[in-house]
């Protein structure tokens, strides 16, 4: 006799799992946006400054790439140009309650709307729902904030690439590892958790 429960079907992200009437889904589909705006910006206060690095450690990209993954590439895009429009615009709920687009940081921040883009896109793929696939989904959205706020560091700062790397990447790769390890036990436990109750 087999325990398994039926598979979700592919194609879904764990926010499509929410119920919501046929007519709900653009309110729900606003809360979640919104909602995850908000949880970037209250990670991003989350900050440790890093002895010789004008970026610190944050929970941002933690939560940019759960966002993603959670939402999907549209509603995860949504999220984070709504958290980038609303800091530059003023609100301070960057990192250490900053705003605008001028800090060393931003690069980051624009990073982090194209990562939870694609990682949206791969969780609707199915790449959050092993903790190999997790933990692939992961590497490649912080490759991608990286990419963008590495060079972005360099060049609003004036440091050459490389120092912007030892600055802005080296001193995070031990804390990303963390937030991977947390993101491989809790979405892949959330997608069995809903097989079962399914």
Do not use: C, N
């Amino acid at each position: 006799m087999s325990t398994a429960a039926a598979p979700i079907r592919s194609g879904v992200v764990l926010a499509d799992l929410l119920p919501a009437a046929a007519r709900h889904r653009y309110a729900v589909d606003t809360a979640l946006v919104v909602g995850g705006a908000a949880l970037t910006g209250i990670a991003a206060q989350i900050a440790v400054p890093v002895p010789g690095s004008p970026v610190p450690v944050t929970g941002q990209t933690f939560a940019a790439l759960l966002i993603g993954t959670a939402l999907g590439a549209r509603r995860g895009f949504l999220s984070l140009a709504l958290y980038a429009l609303v800091g530059m615009a003023g609100v301070p709920w960057f990192s250490e309650g900053s705003s605008g687009a001028g800090g060393a940081s931003f690069g980051y921040v624009l990073g982090m709307l194209l990562a939870a883009t694609v990682v949206g896109g791969l969780a609707r793929r199915g790449g959050d729902r092993s903790v190999l696939r997790t933990a692939g989904t992961m590497a490649v959205g912080s490759v991608i904030i990286y990419a963008v706020g590495v060079p972005y560091l360099a060049l609003s700062t004036g440091m050459s690439l490389s120092a912007a790397v030892a600055a802005g990447l080296v001193p995070f790769l031990i804390g990303d590892a963390l937030k991977a390890a947390l993101a491989m036990g809790a979405l892949p436990a959330s997608w069995k958790l809903i097989g079962r109750r399914g």
